[in-house]
């Protein structure tokens, strides 16, 4: 079960590096299906990972001074996902203490996570058709970085793909500042909800030799999937990305009707 979860991990942040959408996105719905483990302790463990990813990421970014985000933007991302990271958390205790069978509230998120990832499939193929904006409100910047954080905290999966697409879309910004936006605002929104959850003293009971390999293994598939990226066309990686999100679709249909 133990060898199951680390290689899980280690295919899905490679695809997800490969792809630019992390792994989370790809974690979460694979486990869901599996049965493995509770959906709570599923939400935890994907959290934590993505949340050692993003670490890391921000971490190479920082010691090769790579970072090329705007600060204000950046920091005001940051801040509200930070916020809405422990919201997140509670909103989910919440929606899942209004039903005797925890998996209802689990088949809620693979309805959301289902839903989000076909309009992100939708806007990827046809980014080309619609008009991106240019917002320079630091209310606005507030507001989206809350969103984006409250969204992925509540599924326990990051944001990947959501955070890379909206960003792009509302600040017409290049892919690669977008991800990286991406990342400070997992990084804010994943540490603060699962710091929440240690400190409420609800985190579920997972090995911490699953949970450190899981971490190990999505850090490793990280930077094999960048290696990789260099070296296929950038038709196969979407190719790949398209691919990856209709099987996150599919996998969320099976779960929704395996948890309710």
């Known amino acids: ?6 290689v899980i991990a280690l295919l899905a942040c490679t695809i997800g590096a490969i792809c630019g959408m992390g792994g989370g996105v790809i974690i979460k719905p694979i486990l869901d299906a599996t049965g493995l483990y509770s959906v709570a302790a599923i939400n935890f463990m994907s959290g934590c990972t993505v949340l050692g990813m993003s670490t890391w990421s921000i971490f190479k970014l920082t010691i090769h001074k790579e ?17 809405a990271g422990v919201v997140g958390k509670q909103l989910y205790k919440i929606v899942e203490g209004q039903y005797q069978d925890p998996d209802t509230a689990g088949a809620m998120q693979a309805g959301i996570l289902m839903l989000a990832t076909i309009l992100t499939l939708l806007y990827t193929v046809n ?43 509302l600040f017409s910004v290049s892919i690669k500042e977008a991800a990286q936006n991406s990342m400070y605002i997992i ?56 691919a990856a999100m209709v099987g996150i679709i599919l996998l969320n249909i099976w779960n929704i009707i395996n948890l309710i």
């Open 127 to 169: 980014k080309e058709k619609i008009p991106t904006c240019q917002i320079e409100k630091t209310s606005t910047f507030l507001l989206i970085g809350f969103g984006l954080g409250l969204l992925g905290a509540f599924l326990g999966i990051g944001g990947g793909p959501f955070n890379v697409a909206i960003i792009c879309a």
């Open 1 to 6: 079960m133990e060898i199951v979860c680390l």
């Open 67 to 83: 970072a090329n985000s705007d600060l204000r933007k950046t920091g005001c991302l940051a801040v509200s996902a930070a916020v």
């Open 187 to 242: 990084f804010c929104s994943q540490g603060m909800g699962l710091l929440s959850l240690v400190i409420d003293k609800n985190v579920p009971q997972i090995s911490p030799w699953v949970l450190g390999g899981m971490i190990g293994s999505g850090i490793l598939g990280s930077e094999l999937g960048r290696q990789i990226s260099k070296r296929v066309s950038e038709k196969k990686v979407v190719l790949l990305f398209e």
